[in-house]
């Protein structure tokens, strides 16, 4: 017997030196192939990193949407809070005054200030924001005011051309004539900012509303819900706010 061991046979590996460079980018093909797919969450993972690293601007960017949110359900009560105000049907009688001042273009308010001023409720009434060429012979006939009281008793301002125009020459007229008190008459929806801008322009006087009612019986909602009052709600609304924080463009008073 031969002491000569058989070896035991050999199997080519599949890297053999003559495939040794192909096969040692195997590895790296199906490493970069693997890779593709996590570097989604490689990005997400590394953003909820970077905002555990920075606390203070997570916080700032939930107390801006905190504030935003508040601001919105501000607003949007407020409007409530508005658009009852103005849709109201009654109104209460305001006591007598030393005068009336009514400002013009809306729907019925010069026949309220009339029908106020036939009840001596005021020494004089101020018509104010009224067309250059108008004159008191256009007033019309339901006015109910005599022949002596129209010539006497009644002003035209013909300057003004907005509310705050209307505060401005009011304030003037009421100085003028040494008045203390005096009632506003105008549009529900137009009151708020009429008396921003009268307490504006003459912070001594003493004012009480009339306030024309909302022709409409019917509810709220359904008076709400008609586009035309929804529109003019909203636009007034608007101007509320722009007066409130003194950011409206509205002229003091026709020039000359």
């Known amino acids: 017997m031969s002491d000569h061991t058989p070896t035991p046979p050999s199997y080519a590996s599949p890297c053999a030196p003559v495939c040794a460079p192909q096969c040692a980018t195997l590895p790296n093909l199906m ?16 953003a909820l990193l970077h905002w555990s690293k920075h606390p203070i601007s997570f916080k700032l960017l939930l107390a801006f949407g905190c504030l935003g949110l508040c601001v919105i359900m501000l607003l949007f009560w407020g409007f409530v809070l508005f658009s009852l105000q103005a849709l109201k049907n009654e109104t209460n009688l305001p006591q007598k005054a030393d005068a009336i001042v009514v400002v013009t273009g809306g729907k019925g308010r010069l026949q309220a200030a009339g029908t106020l001023f036939s009840k ?80 504006r ?24 819900g008609e586009p035309d009052t929804l529109k003019l709600l909203s636009k007034e609304y608007g101007k509320l706010l722009l007066a409130f924080f003194q950011l409206s463009r509205e002229r003091l008073a026709e020039s000359g």
């Open 120 to 199: 001596e409720l005021g020494d004089k009434l101020l018509i104010s924001g009224v067309h250059p060429k108008f004159k008191r012979n256009n007033l019309p006939l339901n006015l109910k005011v005599s022949a002596k009281q129209m010539q006497c008793c009644i002003d035209l301002d013909k300057r003004a051309l907005n509310t705050k125009a209307n505060a401005t020459q009011t304030a003037k007229w009421a100085k003028k004539h040494g008045y203390d008190s005096l009632i506003i008459v105008t549009s529900a929806y137009h009151m708020p900012r009429t008396m921003l801008e009268m307490k």
């Open 201 to 224: 322009a003459a912070p001594a006087l003493t004012f009480q509303t009339y306030s024309v009612p909302y022709a409409n019986t019917f509810s709220y909602w359904q008076r709400l």
């Open 31 to 46: 490493t970069q192939q693997n890779a593709k797919p996590n570097t989604a969450k490689t990005h997400k993972i590394f």
